[in-house]
């Protein structure tokens, strides 16, 4: 079975520190990571994936993740913080032989104060 | 329309009722999904289809029915409604050339209270 982690229910930050939502994952096989945000009363958006390769991935709005295979992490990071990133951060694993089952983490909410 | 629609934006049901909410995306593509968003739970996979004319059971598929006649649309039907049916629900859709590589897109979600 396949589960993610993410440990921290809030993280607050000020504007221009640097951010970091953590995540953690369990598969039996090969993940696949993807990181979603959520703004208020809007549908996730897709902010970034690791498929295979270079381990730090780079996305949407500045943000980037690193996946650690030995700790099974892939934290979300962003090295200055705006007000705007206020949101709820989710991230997913998919085992890259299952097709269909993406898991979701039980969500980070982000505020970043002015 | 661009990327996914879903209808209605909100709706409060009395319990017993049927009710279906309608999504429609016009990406072509050929997966798409329910999921019902629940505080502390994140996203729960109710129901998926692969392609046209073929549908699958997610996590949390009692209660919750779905077809799939056309590549565009893809309805969820709650039978009956109970008021642990409330929640907030989102439609997504993947490519599925490439497969699990891809990630989904959603729409903005309905939220259902049952009463």
């Known amino acids: 079975a396949q589960s993610v982690a993410q440990p921290e229910d809030q993280v607050n930050v000020a504007e221009g520190n640097p951010l970091t939502v953590k995540c953690t994952y369990s598969v039996s096989g090969n993940p696949y990571l993807f990181w979603y945000v959520q703004y208020p009363n809007r549908g996730l958006q897709f902010l970034l994936k690791y498929i295979t390769g270079d381990n730090l991935v780079k996305g949407s709005y500045g943000f980037e993740a690193e996946f650690n295979k030995s700790q099974t992490s892939f934290h979300l990071k962003k090295p200055s913080a705006l007000v705007s990133d206020s949101a709820l951060y989710f991230c997913a694993v998919r085992e890259v032989a299952d097709d269909y089952k993406l898991s979701f983490g039980a969500g980070t909410t982000v505020t970043v104060r002015a | 329309i661009a990327g996914i629609t879903q209808a209605p934006t909100s709706q409060i049901l009395a319990a017993g009722r049927r009710m279906t909410l309608r999504c429609t995306q016009d990406m072509r593509h050929n997966a798409m999904y329910w999921y019902r968003q629940d505080l502390g739970l994140g996203l729960r996979l109710i129901h998926y289809?692969?392609?046209?004319?073929?549908?699958g059971k997610g996590e949390v598929p009692d209660g919750y029915s779905v077809s799939r006649a056309n590549t565009d649309d893809f309805p969820l039907t709650l039978a009956s409604a109970v008021p642990s049916q409330t929640s907030v629900y989102f439609c997504?859709?993947?490519?599925?050339?490439?497969?699990?590589?891809?990630?989904?897109?959603f729409g903005p979600g309905t939220r259902l209270t049952v009463l």
């Open positions: 289809s692969n392609t046209a004319g073929t549908t």
């Open positions: 997504a859709s993947s490519d599925w050339s490439g497969r699990a590589r891809n990630e989904q897109f």
